[in-house]
């Protein structure tokens, strides 16, 4: 049977008005060049948006993951895009394209991607994440919740096809290892790791029951430790299988409508409330925020997409949406003081060390 791969593929290549919302100019280049690239057969299809100052290209195609001629595709068409971006003069134009020395696979060049390859069933819904304005690790709490918690997945209990609970591969971002455990025999020890969302990020979660299938994805790049400076926010994409021996599309969305604390508000620096909003919405102004998460649910035929339909524009998640912004305003209040802003291990645009420096004299003994 002839397999499908799914890629959702991003980058910030410059946005308007500064680290803000990624123009239609930029969002027209893509969509000439991808659907160049399916007239000539490369992908089947796509749908580009944006998400805040990130261009997202989700894409099919039969190609497999990790394909060369994929990421080439990408990293070509994120490059044009930066070119219009840096004629039109937007703030941070090519920004996440960190080398011009790319290779055929996008992997610590800057984009962030997550892709995988299935045997579509005869229904096949899926769901694609989008975040701005904070890291992979925002999804732990959530993708946790979907595939292990019962108090939100009610086919964890009721259903048989979930009942056996699922595989969590999780990556160490810092040592560039991954653990596979598995739930709910290990839930504990795999809270103690995804509890720290900054170091250990799930990557991908399989079903136990047999045959093994990949049921969600989650980009894992980390710029910062990428480039060894701040170059910008891994704002993360991830993909999840939906319904029958996976958790249904509403326990899927459901974690979301809980706006928990992700890191990554203003300068990649500040914890703040993770907004579930329609496409429209996914313009972060107050503060260059509050971190946004977009949700795009698809059906995929033959390597078609189908849709999609924009999930959080619900009128269901506007409670979220309140809390949300009750939480920023919480959160504002504290300033420069953690827990608003990261701990002084995670600050990515920081004086600290400048600041050290300028008093290590005027120290003495306490
Ligand atoms: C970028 C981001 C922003 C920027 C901030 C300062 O995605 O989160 O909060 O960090 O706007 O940007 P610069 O240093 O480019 O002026
Ligand atoms: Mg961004
Ligand atoms: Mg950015």
Redesign the pocket.
């Known amino acids: 049977m002839v397999k499908t791969t799914l890629s959702v593929i991003k980058a910030?290549i410059g946005s308007l008005a500064?680290?803000h919302v990624a123009p239609p100019q930029l969002l027209d280049v893509a969509r000439q060049e991808l659907a160049k690239a399916k007239r000539e057969g490369l992908i089947e299809d796509f749908y580009v948006t944006r998400v805040?100052?990130d261009l997202e290209l989700i894409m099919t195609h039969r190609k497999g993951e990790e394909s060369e001629e994929i990421h080439t595709l990408a990293w070509e068409t994120f490059k044009r895009a930066a070119d219009v971006a840096r004629g039109l003069g937007l703030?941070?134009a090519g920004q996440d394209l960190l080398s011009d020395a790319f290779s055929g696979n996008l992997r610590g060049m800057g984009p962030g991607y997550a892709e995988i390859e299935i045997e579509e069933r005869p229904a096949e819904p899926v769901v694609v994440f989008m975040a701005?304005?904070t890291e992979p690790g925002a999804f732990n709490l959530p993708v946790f919740r979907m595939f292990a918690d019962p108090f939100n997945t009610a086919g964890l209990v009721i259903a048989p096809k979930l009942h056996r609970g699922f595989t969590f591969e999780v990556m160490d971002v810092h040592e560039g290892k991954v653990v596979e455990l598995s739930t709910p025999e290990e839930m504990y020890d795999l809270l103690a790791l995804i509890g720290s969302p900054e170091r250990y990020v799930i990557r991908r979660v399989y079903t136990r029951e047999e045959p093994r299938d990949v049921a969600a994805a989650v980009s894992t790049t980390r710029l910062n430790l990428i480039a060894g400076k701040?170059v910008?926010?891994d704002?993360p994409v991830a993909i999840v299988r939906a319904q029958s021996k996976f958790p249904a599309l509403g326990e899927v969305l459901e974690p979301f409508a809980f706006p928990h604390l992700v890191a990554?508000?203003?300068?990649?620096?500040h914890n703040g409330p993770l907004m579930p909003v329609g496409e429209a919405d996914a313009r972060p102004s107050r503060?260059?925020?509050p971190p946004r998460v977009v949700a795009l649910g698809f059906n995929v035929k033959d390597s078609k997409l189908i849709g999609p339909s924009d999930l959080f524009a619900d009128v269901a998640f506007e409670r979220a949406r309140r809390l949300a912004n009750e939480i920023a305003d919480y959160m504002r209040r504290h300033g420069p003081f953690m827990p608003h802003r990261l701990g002084p291990g995670e600050m990515e645009?920081t004086t600290l060390p400048q600041v050290l420096e300028k008093l290590k004299d005027r120290f003495r003994e306490a």
């Open positions: 910030d500064g680290h805040g100052d703030y941070g701005d304005k701040y910008g926010k704002d990554g508000w203003m300068r990649g620096s503060f260059d925020g645009y």
